[in-house]
T-cell receptor, first 109, second 114 residues
């Protein structure tokens, strides 16, 4: 069945460092891909999405490109801030989303 | 515009009691999805409902769990005779129609079974 695999956390970075969180997927067909962010004690917020191959989703300095050839959707940000500390989830699907296990990011001043 | 509202935010139940979790979708949204997040894990789909209909319940445990989304009022996720393993965060999301471009989640109900 369809599945999502994320790099394990926690990831600890210094402020202004470059961020990459790897996400690969297995799916039949070409599902939409998403990154969600969860701040402590809160629900999930949609960060960005891509609905077809080679699409690039972007929001708040974060980017991810839908790579069909490598079945990947890696999340990147050029310069992280302390406020980016959260858990990031990669997901695929449509009405029913399939989530990765989440990657905790901690950014130190 | 109010977002997806879930209540209560925290719920404590003793083993064997019933838990009722409520989800009010965003205004104009008639599709509701429930997910469960166990500690240290990602979210797992439970059930997808439209007004008065269950569309997909493939993620629901076969026993003790039920969900409804009546014509009027919030969607309810009911867990009967709770056990410690039901302790988790339960999130719902809503959308105006079936869609494949993501939807908005509520802040969740954190259920603790003691």
């Amino acid at each position: 069945g369809d599945s999502v695999t994320q790099m394990e956390g926690p990831v600890t970075l210094s402020e202004e460092a470059f961020l990459t969180i790897n996400c690969t997927y297995t799916a039949t067909g070409y599902p939409s891909l998403f990154w969600y962010v969860q701040y402590p004690g809160e629900g999930l917020q949609l960060l960005l999405k891509a609905t077809k191959a080679d699409d690039k989703g972007s929001n708040k300095g974060f980017e991810a490109t839908y790579r069909k050839e490598t079945t990947s959707f890696h999340l990147e940000k050029g310069s992280v801030q302390v406020s980016d500390s959260a858990v990031y989830f990669c997901a695929l699907g449509g009405g029913k989303l399939i989530f990765g296990q989440g990657t905790e990011l901690s950014v130190k001043p | 515009n109010a977002g997806v509202m879930q209540n209560p935010r925290h719920l404590v139940r003793r083993r064997g009691q019933e838990a009722r979790l409520r989800c009010s979708p965003m205004k104009g949204h008639s599709h509701v999805y429930w997910y469960r997040q166990l500690p240290e894990e990602g979210l797992k789909f439970m059930v997808y409902l439209q007004k008065e209909n269950i569309i997909d319940e493939s993620g629901m445990p076969k026993e003790r769990f039920s969900a409804e989304f009546p014509k009027e009022g919030p969607s309810i996720l009911r867990i009967q005779q709770v056990v410690r393993g039901d302790s988790a965060a339960y999130f719902c999301a809503s959308s105006p129609e079936p869609q494949d471009y993501g939807y908005t989640f509520g802040s969740g109900t954190r259920l603790t079974v003691v």
